[in-house]
Nanobody, 116 residues
Framework: VQLQASGGGLVQPGGSLRLSCAAS????????MGWYRQAPGKQRELVAT???????IYADSANGRATISRDDAKNTVYLQMNSLKPEDTAAYFC???????????WGQGTQVTVSS
């Protein structure tokens, strides 16, 4: 499974972005998908998860401002982020878990910078 993330960029505080992550390869193996982020000097942290059954989990920092969704026909997971804050600045990494839970695949990361 290969994951290609896109959609990052520079946005002003209060703005919005939609990140996309397209999976290719053995996509039939994919179960849960989601997004982590990592700011400079900080540990990677979970932003949101969406299960194969479309249940969602959000980190407290993103809850209410982020919406995760997936389009299985396109093998793509999305992260819509609104009301962005400077503290949301980070590299955002998508992931996909194999259905048996024995492996996690990572995308290459897409940079989000929130600044005026």
């Amino acid at each position: 499974v290969q994951l290609q993330a896109s959609g990052g960029g520079l946005v002003q505080p209060g703005g919005s972005l939609r990140l996309s992550c397209a999976a290719s390869g053995s996509v039939f193996m994919i179960g849960d998908m989601g997004w982590y982020r990592q700011a400079p000097g900080k540990q990677r942290e979970l932003v949101a998860t969406i299960t194969s059954g479309d249940s969602t989990i959000y980190a407290d920092s993103a809850n209410g401002r982020a919406t995760i969704s997936r389009d299985d026909a396109k093998n793509t997971v999305y992260l819509q982020m609104n009301s962005l804050k400077p503290e949301d600045t980070a590299a955002y990494f998508c992931y996909a878990d194999r259905r048996d839970g024995h492996r996690r695949y990572w995308g290459q990361g897409t940079q989000v910078t929130v600044s005026s």
